[in-house]
């Protein structure tokens, strides 16, 4: 067994084989690109933020990002309104589904950036003059965070604008309470676009990475979004980044973090690292199995869980 506060001594491929045997969860259905998934793939890495890379074997297969795209939109909407978008969008927490139908009572806004509400608000809010300008923002700045030029698979995009049937329902409800200032189907196609965005383990440990390093990706040095928008997406991602088993998240593992129905988990450990698990079987909540196991596993071991101390 690993056991080491050096993430860089820290055996990824060990963790690997240690939760393969793992065979519970489903994967998800929602489109038959999701369905068609390899339930036995794992994968994880982590980054510094120095810059320092760890990956497992797998740590190049690439899956749609699915949810785990929402703090990324949150951060650019936030850094491309100069902060205007948090008054756009609650912060609460919702015990719901990610995909309820529902917005924040009293002010018809979405209950948080990340449930889907939210995420179509967020991805409508980044610059750009049309959907196909605001897509291409919003790639080019996934692909800041990655530190590389990402793709999007188009036809899951097709599926996702196309089978999103809730999705479409949330966006016509937000233009009917005002919320919403583009189109509905537009703000689908992008929220739907984004999702389809392929990413590998490396990639989103890099976006974490970039996250808990304040903005600044640690290996390219670009400064993709400021201080104190680092700062508010990864305070959202502590508190309902988990959909709603963000609670229980935060007792076990105690790293702000972001799950998404293709079985990835984005980590972002402030002043530390980030970090990326893929495996696509499922709990109930939507989160990955082996990825929440190794989640804890790897919290544990790198002495990563915001609440732990020694002192007393
Ligand atoms: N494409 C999915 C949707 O909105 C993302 C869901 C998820 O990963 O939670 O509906």
Redesign the pocket.
């Known amino acids: 067994m690993t056991s080491t506060s050096d993430p860089f001594a820290y055996d990824l491929d060990a963790l690997r084989a240690r939760v393969l045997p793992e065979t519970g969860g489903e994967v998800d259905r ?1 489109i038959p690109q999701l369905a068609r998934a390899d339930a036995s793939l794992f994968a994880a890495a982590l980054v510094s933020i120095d810059g320092a890379v760890g990956a497992s074997v797998d740590s190049d297969v690439r899956v749609s990002i ?2 785990a795209v929402k703090p990324f939109l949150f951060a650019l909407a936030l850094q491309d309104t100069e902060g205007e978008a948090l008054g756009r969008v609650g912060i609460e927490p919702t015990g719901e589904a ?2 309820a139908i529902k917005l924040e009572s009293g002010t018809g806004r979405p209950p948080n950036p990340m449930v ?1 509400a939210g995420a179509l608000l967020t991805a409508s809010l980044v610059d750009g003059a049309d959907a196909a300008a605001r897509s291409a923002r919003i790639l080019s700045g996934l692909s800041a965070f990655a530190g590389r030029a990402l793709e999007v698979d188009a036809d899951i995009a097709k599926n ?1 604008h196309l089978l ?1 049937d ?2 479409h329902a949330l966006a016509h409800l937000m233009r009917a309470e005002d919320t919403l200032a583009v189109s509905a189907d537009d703000a689908v196609a992008v929220y739907a676009q984004a ?1 389809a965005t392929l990413v590998d383990a490396r990639d989103l440990a890099l976006m974490g990475a970039t996250l808990a390093a304040g903005g600044r990706n640690p290996v390219t040095g670009v400064e993709v979004v400021s201080r104190e928008v680092a700062r508010d997406v990864i305070s959202v991602m502590a508190t309902c980044g988990v959909y709603d088993g963000s609670g229980r998240w935060m007792r076990q593992v105690g790293v702000p973090a972001k799950s ?3 079985g990835v988990i984005v980590l972002a450990a402030p002043g530390r690292l980030g970090a990326a698990v893929i495996s696509p079987p499922l709990d109930d909540q ?1 989160t990955s199995v082996r990825g929440h196991i190794a989640s804890e596993l790897l919290s544990a071991e790198l002495d990563l869980h915001s609440f732990r101390t020694n002192a007393r």
Request: proline letters at 0%.
């Open positions: 929602s699915q949810s990610f995909d889907n996702e999103g809730r999705n999702c998404g129905v293709s939507g």
